[in-house]
């Protein structure tokens, strides 16, 4: 199996990608002030972007929002707004900052240019491992998985592209084998990356027709996946980095002899939740 670390960068997770190529095309308009909403990961590569090329940054997060995520997105210098219980809670009140204040918005997913710098993982895969048979590919708002799914459905039709969610944030998937739009009421995951309950409907469409497949794991096994990858890798991941190790802890007669890649895509993860979840694994539970 292959990993495909992308946490070894300044923000510490694959959104930096996608964030580049975001303020490059805002600047061009003119922009002078970003607003997203972010479960953290997205508003760090964001500030950090943005305020290199002296662009002002508010970001949105829920009331819930991983505190160490949030820690360094105001460290790098954004405004950080707290609004609701979820992600989608936050989605409300930047589209509403950009309209009432005129900000740049930058939503993600939604916005192509994040798909468009995540696809670049995709050139990467293909071009270090032409004979790659899967990807697993973690999924929240579908950026990455859109992206990458992308690439490797034009430069490698041989291999397929599986996302995977957490089962405690199913939306994405679920609406992905409905072919229509399905929202969830409440979001009950560690994997607070991958987490969503309102898929926008022009990435569902994309998804499906980019993903084979879509499959969803479980909380132990999202913790486990963690705890190979410390122990095996010496790598601290974020769970929603995890999930396709979580995948091929649960299905490993589906990926028995293929070559399989996987994406870590962050390691923000609070030190007390790490040691709770992979260190300590019999300590208790999760925070949530």
């Given at each position: 199996?292959?990993?495909?670390?992308?946490?070894?960068?300044?923000?510490?997770?694959?959104?930096?990608?996608?964030?580049?190529?975001?303020?490059?095309?805002?600047?061009?308009?003119?922009?002078?002030r970003m607003?997203?909403?972010?479960?953290?990961n997205?508003?760090?590569?964001?500030t950090?972007?943005?305020?290199?090329r002296?662009?002002?940054?508010?970001?949105?997060?829920?009331?819930?929002?991983?505190?160490?995520?949030?820690?360094?997105?105001?460290?790098?210098?954004?405004?950080?707004?707290?609004?609701?219980?979820?992600?989608?809670?936050?989605?409300?009140?930047?589209r509403?900052?950009?309209?009432?204040?005129?900000?740049?918005?930058?939503?993600?997913?939604?916005?192509?240019?994040?798909?468009?710098?995540?696809a670049?993982?995709?050139?990467?895969?293909?071009?270090?491992?032409?004979?790659?048979?899967?990807?697993?590919?973690?999924?929240?708002?579908?950026?990455?998985?859109?992206?990458?799914?992308?690439?490797?459905?034009?430069?490698?039709?041989?291999?397929?592209?599986?996302?995977?969610?957490?089962?405690?944030a199913?939306?994405?998937?679920?609406?992905?084998?409905?072919?229509?739009?399905?929202e969830t009421?409440?979001?009950?995951?560690?994997?607070?990356?991958a987490?969503?309950?309102?898929?926008?409907?022009?990435?569902?469409?994309?998804?499906?027709?980019v993903?084979?497949d879509?499959?969803?794991?479980?909380?132990?096994?999202?913790?486990a996946?963690?705890?190979?990858l410390?122990?095996?890798?010496?790598?601290?991941?974020?769970?929603?980095?995890?999930?396709?190790?979580?995948?091929?802890?649960?299905?490993?007669?589906?990926?028995?002899?293929r070559?399989?890649?996987?994406i870590?895509?962050g390691?923000?993860?609070?030190?007390a939740?790490?040691?709770?979840w992979?260190?300590?694994?019999?300590?208790?539970?999760?925070?949530?």
């Amino acid at each position: 199996m292959t990993l495909k670390i992308e946490t070894l960068n300044p923000v510490r997770s694959f959104k930096g990608r996608g964030a580049e190529t975001v303020v490059a095309a805002a600047r061009e308009k003119g922009a002078s002030r970003m607003v997203c909403a972010s479960a953290g990961n997205l508003g760090q590569a964001l500030t950090y972007s943005g305020t290199r090329r002296g662009l002002d940054v508010t970001v949105v997060a829920a009331c819930t929002a991983n505190p160490l995520k949030l820690r360094r997105i105001t460290d790098l210098g954004a405004q950080v707004r707290l609004e609701g219980e979820d992600i989608e809670d936050a989605r409300l009140l930047a589209r509403e900052i950009a309209e009432t204040e005129g900000a740049y918005l930058v939503e993600d997913s939604l916005d192509l240019a994040t798909c468009e710098g995540a696809a670049t993982i995709g050139l990467e895969l293909v071009r270090d491992d032409p004979a790659l048979d899967v990807v697993l590919v973690a999924v929240g708002g579908g950026a990455m998985a859109s992206g990458v799914g992308y690439v490797v459905r034009s430069l490698a039709g041989h291999a397929q592209v599986i996302g995977v969610q957490p089962a405690g944030a199913p939306a994405m998937s679920l609406s992905w084998r409905r072919g229509t739009v399905v929202e969830t009421d409440r979001i009950e995951t560690i994997a607070d990356g991958a987490a969503g309950r309102c898929p926008i409907p022009e990435v569902l469409d994309d998804l499906l027709v980019v993903l084979d497949d879509m499959t969803l794991v479980g909380e132990d096994s999202i913790k486990a996946g963690m705890r190979a990858l410390h122990e095996h890798a010496g790598l601290v991941v974020e769970p929603s980095a995890a999930l396709g190790i979580a995948a091929v802890l649960e299905q490993p007669e589906r990926f028995a002899g293929r070559r399989v890649t996987t994406i870590l895509c962050g390691s923000n993860v609070e030190p007390a939740d790490f040691a709770q979840w992979v260190l300590e694994p019999s300590a208790g539970t999760s925070r949530r």
